[in-house]
């Protein structure tokens, strides 16, 4: 009855935000054009989607980018796949990995339909899928509640329910646990992932690791990064991946600290998001740092231009969809969020390359497998400025070998994962 009430009110408040989300796109379209691209797919208006696929929503690059090895695996057992996207960064990174399965007809790649019921509705008639599987834990109520009333099984994947969330959602009437609880089940990164979705009514778990440890990694970006490394003549280099707003003073006053170390490092200095990137630049510049832009450093192919100015502090990463070269460089990363209340960002992508990674105190977006990587003595929490250029001065504190250990120990997520959807897919085909 009180979801009832809840799905009630949620459906009226649509026909008030409607216009209001149409804004918020012409307004982020401004600033990246794909935002406004392809309207009509934000209404449920699809064309020549493959049929009967596995849909997987990934709302934006990170979860695509999680998403990539469970869906090569998908492909190579014969299945479809639609992916749903928010953002233009999600978009553009599966037309550019899954391009031949695109043009071959295996893949499509779209807007995810606002949430409302009869956007849902036409996107189901689209395609039919036989299986949804929302990456991470995108709890959206018409998402979730008409794939229910279409019979459509749709599943959390690679989910995690971190504590900070839980002390959230345990608040007043529950609405956000209400609806985790009409998923037809979850794939989830550990045991005590599992006890907390259970606890909330989640039904159908699957204990199947985090599909992170499985990404590719991709080859050119290795290569460039070989070709580049011998014009930093023999200075250490120190990746900061995915700095966000709130955190850049922290960061900036542990680089001029470094500065002072012989041979001086180079930073390489990456932001989040891309509209940060000018604004991050002039950071740099006024703090007196000098500063040398990928894009005009370095080509398209990342080679470089011209002559290397090696009396440069900062590389800054003005670019998407090359963070495996920023971090292929470094001999110690830094991973952003840490910094910030929304929490720390990815930390496998450097351990994969087997580069230390250190973060700020925020961890519990990425409590699996941060904790593990922690105490495997891989991974380090640190809480100001001091701390982390004292942690950055040092070489000791791991080892490739300690980091190969524990990439070692937590791949595999992709094949059990799979594994487990064809039992979910059998199990609703025979009931």
Sequence with gaps: MILAAFLFVYR??????????????????QRDPDYSQHLGERFGSYANLPQNPIWIHAVSLGELRSAVPLARDLLDTGEAIVFTHFTPAGRREAHKVFADDITAGRVASVWVPLDMFWT???????????????????????MVMSARAKGIPLYMCNAQYPSKSITRDNKGLRFRQRIMGKFAGAFVKSQLQADRFAAVGVPNIH???????DQPIPPAL?????????????????????????EDEIYIETIQTLQSQSPKPLIIYVPRAPERFGVVEAMLRNAGLSVAKRSTVLD??????????????????????????????????????????????????PLAL??????????????????EAEAAGVAKSIKDASELTDLLARS???????????M????????????????ELARHTSS
């Design 12 to 29: 009226l408040l649509w026909l008030v935000l409607t216009p209001l989300v149409l804004i918020y796109l012409w307004r982020r379209g």
């Design 120 to 142: 849902y509705g036409r996107f189901f008639r689209a395609c039919r899928p036989k299986m949804g599987l929302a990456m991470e834990i995108e709890i959206w109520p018409a």
């Design 207 to 213: 204990i199947t690791g985090e599909l992170r440890f």
């Design 222 to 246: 290795l290569t460039a990064a070989n070709a580049f490394a011998p014009h930093l003549t023999g200075r250490p280099v120190i990746t900061l991946a995915s700095a966000v707003e709130g």
């Design 300 to 349: 398209d192919a990342l080679g470089l231009k011209g002559d290397w100015p090696d009396d440069i502090d900062v590389l800054l990463g003005d670019s998407m969809g090359e963070m495996y070269f920023y971090l292929a460089l470094a001999d110690r990363t830094i991973v952003g969020g840490g910094f910030h209340s929304h929490g720390a960002h990815n930390i496998i992508e």
């Design 354 to 371: 087997a580069k230390p990674v250190a973060t700020g105190p925020v961890t519990f977006t990425i409590e699996y497998p941060f904790a």
């Design 396 to 406: 000791d504190w791991t080892t490739p070998d300690d980091i190969a250990a524990f």
């Design 408 to 423: 070692a120990a937590h791949s595999g997520a992709s094949r059990k994962t799979v594994a487990a959807i064809q039992s």
